[in-house]
């Protein structure tokens, strides 16, 4: 399980919650942080089922399934990285090198674009869960 600490915003009557979290960079934990420019944070709002026993204001635990985190990765990583090299060696074959790789590029542009018109059905597959700290 991956887990985050954070607090609970607000709580809605179906059984979620409202959880503010941190995301932090590996920077941002440093302890020469304060000398470079690069640590950041970042802080999310994050809605998660709750087991009824948060309230505003209480120190709660964010979890999701490591498989879910995984699934995050191959879709907004992976899959793309795929049609793109995918689509520049098979354009490559037919095309100038150039115009192989701006086709590539729209391929990839393409595959966000349907990636968001399918956001609800896929966010329904990642669900998070939130505890008492």
């Known amino acids: 399980m991956i887990k985050h600490d954070g607090i609970v915003i607000a709580v809605n009557g179906d059984g979620t919650v409202r959880v503010r979290i941190v995301q932090t960079s590996a920077c941002a934990s440093c302890k020469a942080k304060a000398m470079c420019a690069s640590a950041e ?62 086709i590539a590029l729209c391929a990839m542009g393409v595959y966000y674009i349907v990636l968001g018109f399918f956001k609800n059905k896929i966010q329904k597959g990642f669900s998070f869960t939130a505890r008492k700290k």
């Open 41 to 102: 944070s970042v802080e999310k709002e994050i809605d998660a089922v709750s087991d009824g026993l948060l309230a505003i204001g209480d120190e709660a635990e964010v979890l999701v399934a490591e498989k879910i985190g995984w699934k995050a990765i191959f879709l907004a990583y992976i899959l793309p990285f795929v049609v793109l090299l995918g689509s520049v060696l098979v354009l490559n074959e037919f095309m100038k090198e150039e115009l192989a790789g701006t």
